[in-house]
């Protein structure tokens, strides 16, 4: 049973830094890319990064490039998202998300609010 708990949000101010971290369970983590993704209020959810199964490659949305770094532990089944320069738009429920084997599991997100 595919399992992501995230972890690492919180309330920072505008200008901030925060590292989210997402520990995953059931599955071969490193045969698998990882992602991950953020919903605000009214919005729909849209992808902010993903990484190749050996962290070689990565993608980031238009919005937080140069500020978000998407990396990956193998030996820890862990993956990290470092945000920083935080802006309010930033606010947020943030998700990890895999598909494995065709079929795209979610952890049950973290709250990161940017805020003075």
């Known amino acids: 049973q595919v399992r992501l708990v995230e972890s690492g949000g919180g309330l920072v101010q505008p200008g901030g830094s925060l590292r989210l971290s997402c520990a995953a369970s059931?599955?071969?983590?490193?045969?698998?890319?990882m992602s991950w993704y953020r919903q605000a209020p009214g919005n729909e959810r849209e992808l902010v990064a993903d990484?190749?199964?050996?962290?070689?490659?990565?993608t980031y949305a238009d919005s937080v490039k140069g500020r978000f770094t998407i990396s990956r532990d193998n030996a820890k089944n862990t993956v990290y998202l470092q945000m920083n320069s935080l802006k309010p738009d930033d606010t947020a429920v943030y998700y990890c998300?895999?598909?494995?084997?065709?079929?795209?599991?979610w952890g049950q997100g973290t709250q990161v609010t940017v805020s003075s």
């Open positions: 998300s895999a598909a494995v084997v065709g079929i795209r599991s």
């Open positions: 059931g599955f071969t983590f490193r045969a698998y890319v």
């Open positions: 990484i190749s199964q050996t962290g070689g490659s990565t």
